[in-house]
């Protein structure tokens, strides 16, 4: 068998690191590098000769070994390969003295580093995990991969090189993910806009567009001379012409925080509305940031359970498969566990804040049943009872409509103690 081993000197040094029983924090600090800037080489960015001499001092391997196995030969040995290249096979052969690894052992999965009854999480590259899964076993995949954001990419590489670097890594996994999805099965990719335009395009070669979803959140800052950016793209494809499950939450009427009162009239076919709630639409203005989580240790890199309840909700079913190669702080895998879903999990660093998370999932299971109080029902009951309050002041009718799923299908009991 032939092939490159690894991908890029990154990948040789996470698997190097992992081999020494290294956190990427203590390598980072051993080598005198931001964490940040280590997961960045970790992930494809190529380093700068100066910061594969130090990862390589820490590493205990010389610079050039690490470039080597990374299938790139130091510069002055460019021309003895070529002029020798049977040699060059025979002394590596003989330098090991030993038969290449079958290609069962290449291929074989690593023990996770944490199962439940229906999930397993992976303590490596996602790139080193997807093909050894089973092919078309999954029913829906969900992908928040690192956005490539603010990165310092050393002084060898302009933003140019950058963006191919990333765009590369990124159609790798994603190949490896499509071929992991059920016929009829969803896949979901979370970017910035401007990255999605690529993966739009890209994965549509394979897979049929669903939807652009746009989710609203403020991010970051102000930036000069540009409008602040306040959506994120969630792609949705799928496998095939229709989906095998789509079932989207539908939301109450969007009503005043203060009164009550409807913000839109729906074109005024108020009795007509489905007592189940409006439609769910392609904006998402909804999703809050995540706060109040006590795992929040990326900041801006966790998601809302809230979205990832209503993608799983939406796509998939109760039983079924569901695949986020890009683990973070476990949302999806709690997410995926508290909706009686399996799910399989990849995270190449710290993979202690879902374990942790996992130890306890009673604050998310909270948060899921809030999330499922308040979705296919025509008024919240906050909405109700304002309503109730003003309705003199503001002449509310609750004839108007059929509320026959509001409040738990108790509604008319409910207004009655009001009234009183
Ligand atoms: C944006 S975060 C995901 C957050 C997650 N959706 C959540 O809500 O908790 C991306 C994660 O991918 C991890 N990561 C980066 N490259 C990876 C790779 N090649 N394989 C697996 N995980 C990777 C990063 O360490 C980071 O934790």
């Not at 590596?92 to 999480?121: H, I, M, R, Y």
């Not at 990832?308 to 039983?319: D, K, P, Q």
């Not at 695949?323 to 508290?338: K, Q, R, S, V």
């Not at 906050?382 to 009718?397: I, P, S, V």
Request: hydrophobic residues 35%.
């Amino acid at each position: 068998m032939t092939g490159l081993l690894f991908r890029s000197a990154g990948d040789v040094v996470s698997r190097l690191r992992r081999q020494r029983g290294l956190t990427d924090n203590e390598l980072a600090k051993k080598a005198d590098l931001r964490v940040g800037t280590l997961r960045d080489i970790e992930t494809g960015v190529p380093p700068t000769d100066n910061q594969i001499e130090k990862l390589g001092e820490s590493l205990n391997v010389s610079p050039d070994a690490i470039q080597l196995v990374a299938g790139e030969f130091p510069e002055e040995l460019h021309s003895e390969l070529l002029d020798n290249p049977d040699r060059a096979l025979t002394v590596l052969e003989n330098a090991f003295d030993t038969e290449p690894a079958s290609s069962e052992e290449d291929v074989s999965l690593p023990d996770p580093v944490f199962t439940t009854d229906q999930g397993k999480l992976y303590n490596a590259d996602c790139r080193e995990i997807l093909p050894q899964l089973e092919e078309e076993s999954f029913d829906l995949i969900f992908a928040d991969p690192p956005f490539n954001l603010n990165k310092d990419y050393g002084e060898k590489n302009g933003d140019d090189l950058a963006e191919d670097e990333y765009l590369r890594w990124s159609t790798e996994w994603i190949d490896q993910a499509i071929d992991l999805l059920k016929p009829g099965g969803a896949f979901f990719l979370y970017n910035l806009p401007s990255w999605n335009t690529h993966f739009a395009h890209y994965i549509s070669r394979r897979l049929n567009l669903r939807h652009w979803i746009t989710v609203d959140i403020k991010f970051g800052l102000p930036i000069p001379n540009r409008l602040y950016p306040s959506h994120y793209s969630l792609l949705y494809f799928v496998k095939g012409d229709s989906p095998k499950t789509f079932d989207p939450d539908r939301l109450p009427i969007d009503t005043c925080p203060h009164c009550g009162g409807e913000q839109n009239d729906y074109g005024g076919y108020k009795s007509k509305m489905n007592p189940k709630g409006v439609s769910l639409t392609d904006v998402w203005d909804d999703i809050p940031p995540v706060r109040h989580n006590k795992y929040l240790n990326r900041d801006a890199n966790q998601l809302s359970l809230k979205l990832l309840h209503r993608v799983i909700g939406m796509a998939s079913e109760e039983g079924d498969r569901v695949l986020d190669p890009f683990g973070g702080a476990g949302t999806t895998y709690a997410a995926a566990e508290i909706m009686g879903r399996e799910w399989v999990g990849a995270e190449l660093h710290d993979c202690s804040p879902i374990i942790e998370r996992f130890e306890d999932l009673a604050e998310d299971k909270k948060h899921v049943a809030e999330i499922e109080e308040v979705v296919n029902l025509l008024f919240t009951e906050d909405a109700l009872e304002k309503r109730m309050k003003y309705k003199d002041e503001f002449n509310f009718n609750f004839d108007d409509y059929d509320l026959s799923e509001s409040i738990g299908g108790s509604v008319q009991q409910h207004l009655g103690s009001y009234e009183e």
